[in-house]
């Protein structure tokens, strides 16, 4: 502390004074500082102060209302209990909580309570300025007194102001009582709690508890803070009295056909249900309430618990073995199921869509069309003109524009992806995973397999005709004579023959060859039973009134197996007998290079162009269409030339079949016969259609004569012949052809089971199951939780 002494000397004084001055403004500056600052602090504390009074506001309208639903609650605890409105988790919680309110209370009603809030909230800081030296050391100036007293007196203002400041620990009554009431929220507060306490019955406090808008939002809060994740809860398993009483009401057809009346069969499962009602998903009942566990009631909780534990392992139901197929939508349904889709113009992609077009024409059966989905990857291998799609939804709007654009209707049919892969070697789409399993349960009725042999070499699934009540089979492509043409040809095509034969007798019921050139297989019949695209027969009607300004031409894929070789040799080897015939070849593939350096090295009269849509208009206007492929099982671009009402010079072969009945169609034996055809066509008109010709060549018509040779025509219109009431009728004593059927198909589950020996037989690898690609364009989960065991 420095202490100012005044001198007696006039210099001494002058010195002093300005001493004094300097140590005035020093301290001004100073005590101006700490000014600011308490003012901070205070304005800090009453913004406290007045944040703790809202809240304390909000609790007192909270409690009012707490109140008030207590005072109109006249329900006792018993009646509560004996409600449907709370759980017993609601009663427990209100229960665990009436407790901790009385504690909420004594601890809220203590006398102490405003002292210690008071302390909580009081200034920690203790301003203590000292100012009696420099008063001691300046009070002989007398000029200087009154601005130094000026600033004193406000100082000790400014501190006296604040009403909060403390001498000691602690307070005296009087200062208690000021604070007080300063705490008026305090006082409310304890005021409502000893009011609380007067009529704080168990019945009271539980009823008006229930009604609080205060508890609602503990609760919620507490949930939401304790709830675990629904997907970390297990649901138990079905035990086996929940098993058995399912499968015991699954069975009523089958147990009333054995004389067990229905409601025998629904006492069974009651007393079942009755027995394990604690371990289903059901609410617990007070003694002596008589159980809602009758009639439909055990249905309906029985179909929940099994409904909980499907949805917790990702299954979707889809119908039961015994489900009235009748009673679904009062059609039957037919799924088609092909090797090939569009914009890939092949005849497995083409034939099977008309196919589903125009059996859903007729509005008797619900219709299916299910294709294969290619990545991205192999979309670009197989699809013309760099046409890829992301999802299926948009392929499928692709494929329904192509077809309304030629059959001139709204096809009413759903179409369906399954997981395919490419295969380079053979240039085909193979089946990866289950294909059968795309079809739903519900809608497993009819299957139409669009090359039956192709889809079931590798397929490692269901059986088909154990799913469908009627399986058909389609034969489209002559394989055999593919495979001849390759190295070691003759010991592939046997092995690829037997295996064609075994797969179509496990697999189908019925099988139809599109002509004699195929495999003679088992279960088989030859029938075309494909037609030609509307749009063909009207340019034949339009064509029919002109006349042709063209020549010949030929429009195929261009590999050797499609006819380019039979083309190039009849050409070569009749070159000088067809001096100055000239004919024009469309098509793309991967033996173009050969064929036209074939062709150019034989000096061949031959233009190729790029292939092209058999009904572009730049191909009207050719007369002739020659066609000398022998590997072809049924052509496509022949009935569409004959539609359009050309001439088709083409081999006498068991493939053209069909055609020979059209006096357009002009079929040769030998090269010398070959040329008599073209000179024929080429010095006379083709014959207009007639009608019936017509019809022979249209969709109406194939589909009639499909209808007929695959015996759906008799399944369709009666019920009876495979099913009763949608149960596929049993056979006391099973034949001798379903057994060793149903062997094949085993042996050929088993083998197809070994990824060994599925590579050996030339299976593309990992197509046993869809890739992770395909799980993600499909939306389809993972083969591993789909089938996490995979046995032989």
């Excluded at 605890?77 to 009663?91: G, H, K, L, Y």
């Amino acid at each position: 502390m420095i202490n100012f002494r005044p001198s007696e000397t006039r210099t001494s004084t002058t010195s002093s004074s300005v001493t004094a001055e300097k140590a005035f403004s020093f301290i001004s500056k100073g005590w101006r500082e700490v000014k600011d600052s308490t003012e901070a602090d205070l304005q800090l504390m009453k913004d406290r102060a007045t944040s703790f009074k809202n809240l304390a506001s909000s609790l007192d309208r909270e409690f009012e209302n707490f109140l008030t639903s207590a005072s109109r609650s006249t329900f006792p605890v018993a009646a509560i209990a004996n409600s449907s409105s709370p759980t017993p988790a609601e009663i427990d919680f209100v229960k665990n909580l009436q407790p901790k309110l009385s504690e909420f209370r004594r601890a809220y009603s203590s006398p102490d309570f405003s002292k210690k809030v008071l302390e909580k909230w009081s200034p920690r800081a203790k301003i203590r300025i000292d100012l009696s030296a420099i008063k001691n050391a300046i009070v002989s100036e007398v000029e200087e007194i009154d601005e130094r007293e000026r600033y004193r007196r406000r100082s000790r203002t400014r501190v006296g102001d604040f009403s909060w400041e403390w001498k000691g620990e602690g307070i005296g009554d009087a200062e208690e009582g000021q604070l007080s009431r300063n705490w008026e929220p305090i006082r409310a507060l304890k005021t409502r709690l000893r009011e609380l306490e007067q009529k704080s019955s168990s019945s009271e406090i539980i009823e008006s508890l229930k009604n609080s808008e205060l508890v609602e939002k503990v609760k919620s809060t507490l949930k939401a803070i304790c709830k675990e994740p629904e997907y970390s809860k297990e649901v138990p398993p079905l035990d086996f009295q929940e098993l058995l009483a399912c499968l015991v009401r699954q069975s009523g057809p089958f147990l009333d056909h054995l004389g067990v009346k229905k409601d025998i069969s629904d006492k069974i499962v009651e007393s079942l249900c009755n027995k394990k009602k604690n371990q289903l998903s059901l609410r617990s009942f007070p003694t002596g309430e008589s159980s809602i566990l009758e009639g439909d009631n055990i249905n309906d909780e029985l179909d929940l618990r099994i409904a909980s534990v499907l949805q917790s392992t990702g299954h979707h139901y889809d119908g039961g073995p015994w489900d009235d197929v009748s009673k679904r939508d009062g059609k039957r349904h037919v799924a088609i199921v092909t090797t090939a889709s569009l914009p890939w113009m092949t005849g497995t992609a083409v034939n099977p869509l008309f196919r589903a077009a125009f059996l859903a024409k007729s509005q008797k059966q619900s219709v299916t069309l299910l294709v294969p989905w290619l990545t991205q990857t192999d979309q670009e291998l197989v699809y013309p003109n760099n046409i890829t799609f992301t999802s299926p939804e948009e392929q499928e709007v692709y494929i329904r524009n192509w077809l309304k654009e030629r059959v001139g209707f709204n096809a009413d049919f759903k179409i369906s992806f399954y997981p395919g892969k490419f295969q380079k070697e053979r240039r085909s789409i193979i089946p990866a995973g289950d294909t059968s399993k795309f079809i739903s349960s519900k809608d497993a009725d009819i299957a139409i397999l669009e090359e039956p042999e192709h889809l079931n070499w590798y397929h490692h699934g269901k059986r088909w005709t154990d799913k469908f009540n009627h399986v058909v089979g389609v034969v489209h492509t002559n394989y055999l004579e593919y495979i001849k043409r390759e190295k070691n040809g003759a010991l592939q095509s046997f092995f690829v023959k037997h295996i064609n034969n075994w797969v179509t007798r496990a697999y189908c019921d019925k099988v139809l060859r599109l002509s004699a050139a195929t495999q003679d297989l088992p279960k088989s019949v030859v029938c075309n039973v494909h037609g030609v695209n509307p749009k063909f027969l009207e340019i034949g009607e339009r064509m029919s009134a002109e006349k042709f300004s063209k020549g010949a031409y030929f429009l195929g894929k261009m590999v050797w197996a499609k006819g380019y070789r039979e083309l190039i040799d009849l050409l070569s080897k009749q070159k000088n007998d067809l001096n100055g015939f000239k004919i024009d070849v469309y098509g793309n593939g991967e033996d173009a290079n050969e064929v036209q350096i074939a062709a150019k090295k034989l000096e061949l009269n031959v233009d190729f162009m790029k292939g092209r849509d058999h009904a572009d208009d730049s191909l009207h206007s050719y007369k002739i269409f020659v066609n000398p492929s022998v590997s072809d099982v049924l052509c496509t671009a022949t009935a569409e030339a004959l539609a359009m009402g050309k001439f088709v010079i083409c081999a006498d072969h068991p493939s053209n079949e069909f055609f020979r009945s059209f006096p357009n169609c002009l079929t040769y034996k030998t090269p010398e016969e070959f040329v008599n055809k073209i000179r024929e066509a080429m010095c006379s008109e083709p014959h207009p259609l007639t009608p019936e010709q017509r019809y022979n060549l249209s969709w109406e018509a194939a589909t009639q004569r499909f209808m007929e040779f695959s015996d759906l025509d008799k399944i369709l219109n009666n019920n009876n012949l495979e099913m009763e009431g949608g149960v596929r009728k049993s056979k006391s004593v099973p034949n001798l052809t379903s057994v060793v059927d149903g062997g094949l198909a085993f042996a050929h589950y088993c083998l197809t089971g070994n990824e060994f020996l599925r590579r050996c037989t030339g299976a593309v690898p990992g197509t046993r199951d869809y890739s992770m690609q395909h799980c993600k364009d499909l939306r389809l989960l993972a083969p591993h939780v789909e089938n996490p065991i995979y046995g032989w």
